[in-house]
């Protein structure tokens, strides 16, 4: 049976998340785990998360999960949703600069409130295009541009940019999916996103990165 960790540091939509993938996964073995333990041996790896940079590090920390993290990502099939990705890059342009996992080159970057003499709202809340980049196995059966969930107030730049595999228009067109190896995170909430997102999460607890 397989098995999927849903990695709970205390911030998150983890319930939501559980359930979308007992709904797409029902042979799969999902569980809500602080346990770096649990994490090692799990299949596959889902590293959600929502909130500041600097609360997301400093839970981090105090739950012990960076190394566990790191060895999932290196290793194993891993999903990262909308903190999880953000967390995932070198340093957030929150509070004048938060260190991140820096596992990923690049930054993540402060939505501006006004492009031209147009304001927008943040954070950037609702439903929203996203354009696939690249093929990509966890796009299989999802159209391009379809609407998922989104929730933010930055968003990540990435100096490779061949590791983009989504790109979403608000305000500035930005990354909102990468894709490289055995790693696929999203800026956009896929337990949120109705039929689009269950079947992003259904090809993740399928997919076999080469």
């Not at 849903?6 to 359930?19: E, H, T």
């Not at 809500?32 to 400093?58: E, H, K, L, N």
């Not at 995932?88 to 509070?95: I, R």
Request: aromatic share 10%.
């Amino acid at each position: 049976m397989t098995t999927i960790a849903i990695v709970d540091y205390g911030m998150g939509n983890l319930r939501s998340v559980a359930k979308a993938l007992e709904h797409v996964a029902p042979r799969a073995r999902i569980t809500v785990t602080s346990s770096a333990t649990d994490i090692a041996a799990a299949d596959r790896v889902v590293f959600p998360g929502q909130g500041a940079a600097r609360d997301c590090m400093a839970s981090l920390r105090s739950h012990n999960l960076i190394e566990s993290i790191a060895g999932a990502f290196k290793n194993k099939p891993f999903l990262g949703i909308c903190m999880g990705l953000q967390v995932l890059f070198e340093l957030s342009d929150e509070n004048d600069g938060v260190p991140c996992l820096g596992y990923v080159e690049g930054s993540v970057m402060r939505f501006e409130r006004s492009a031209g003499e147009r304001e927008f709202k943040i954070p950037h809340m609702g439903w929203n295009q996203v354009g696939q980049s690249v093929d990509h196995k966890l796009w299989n059966k999802i159209e391009d541009n379809s609407h998922f969930y989104f929730v933010h107030s930055f968003y990540v730049e990435p100096e490779d940019k061949e590791i983009v595999s989504g790109t979403t228009s608000y305000l500035v067109d930005f990354c909102s999916a990468i894709a490289s190896h055995n790693i696929f995170a999203t800026q956009f909430h896929p337990e949120k996103s109705a039929e689009s997102g269950l079947q992003l999460l259904k090809n993740f607890s399928e997919w076999q990165p080469v």
